[in-house]
């Protein structure tokens, strides 16, 4: 059935909108994301029996992709190798640990990597439903990429209306799909606004890049499906606006520049050159007014709190202190939520507790270790040799394939203060 489907090209579409439907909580969609999980197994056994060439251009190959795949599920599976005692006592970390069960009378014996490797057996799981896609996607045909996208887009829109109920319908709104959500903004299928904020931000780069076909209509005669993808844009970053998260509006601006910047390149070089200017100039100067005239909504996030243990300034101090004393080693795979209460200062924290460093940059390294640096290294020089490729065309050409590097950057910035990544 699944191999009928992948061969139809409707595997893809189907699979990414369950995963924005479904995919939308860690934590409190642990059905959910086992069902995403199990589905996703059997596409990856799906591309592994029934093997076929990719009929698109990547622009980086697929033998890169897989040592990337080798390298991620070797780190997953040199966490759960065992290690006789005196090496994992010796390892950086582990000396608190090994205090405490010598307390408890477990005497010393051989423990894998991880601190806790039931919890990177389970964190693990989490890499299949993006690798599914990703497998998926590498033997896609065009037309199949592009219903992917259309159908993202498709869901994202009905999310977006679910959102609009939640917030006409209070806190207390039936809508709200989690326990534990933001009920004071719009979510949709998600348990958090600011990741929701992601994906419209992500989407609208996507619209935007469909209003200029690669191959323009025989005869002259010009298409409307533009508007369609110019209206879906202008939707998608009003509502990445109307989200209610500063995240998402900052990141909202550098979306609209890349919008704007489209537009520019379809005016001559020497134009478009001081067009530019401008247009960035004014970018630049809307955000310097965001944040003089709206100093409440900035003064009120966590992120300019520093006495507070939800504070992303908070977390991350204490996250490097961490870092520091387990590196190269890491404390393992999903492991943070377990290990990080000894860096918290007993006099700040109250109910609160980390389930996050709120930056995925620093709490992957300290999960992995140096293995986590080489894979994240290994990533960002796969991503730069694809993007080079496209450095060459016409400069509209060259905008347009922009725009997943785009949707990249959304998403890097955005962990640089939460947990999208």
Known sequence: MMHRLSRSGKLLPAYLVLCVLLGGSSSGGAIANAALQL?????????????????????VSH?????LLVVLLGWIGLQLLPLPA??????????PVAEGLEMLGNTPRWRPLAIEWERAISSALAFIPPLAVLALALRARRKTIMAGIVSVMAAT?????????QLAGGEDSALYFYT?????????FFANSNHFSTLFNMCTALAIAGIEPEKRPQGGEGSFAWM???????????????????????LGFLVGAYCLLFFVGRIGHRKGRWTAIGVLSGIAAAAASFAIFAPRSLTESLFFQTTDAGSRTYLWAGTWEAIKDTFPAGIGLGNFRWFYPRYEDAVVVQSNYANHAHNDWLEFVLEGGIFAVAILALLGWLIFRAWRAHLHGHLIRQLRLYAPYVTLAVVALHSLVDYPL
């Open 39 to 59: 589905l996703g197994v059997g596409i990856l056994w799906l591309a592994a029996a029934y093997p076929r060439k990719a009929e698109t251009d990547q622009g």
């Open 63 to 67: 033998r890169s992709l897989c040592w």
């Open 86 to 95: 005196w090496l994992w006592t010796a390892l950086p970390g582990r000396e």
């Open 157 to 165: 829109v009905v999310a977006s209306i679910v959102g609009a109920a």
């Open 180 to 188: 534990i959500t933001n009920t004071t903004a719009s979510t949709g």
């Open 228 to 250: 369609l993808w110019l209206v879906l844009a202008a939707f998608f970053l009003a509502n990445t606006f109307l989200n209610r998260s500063l995240a998402g509006l900052g």
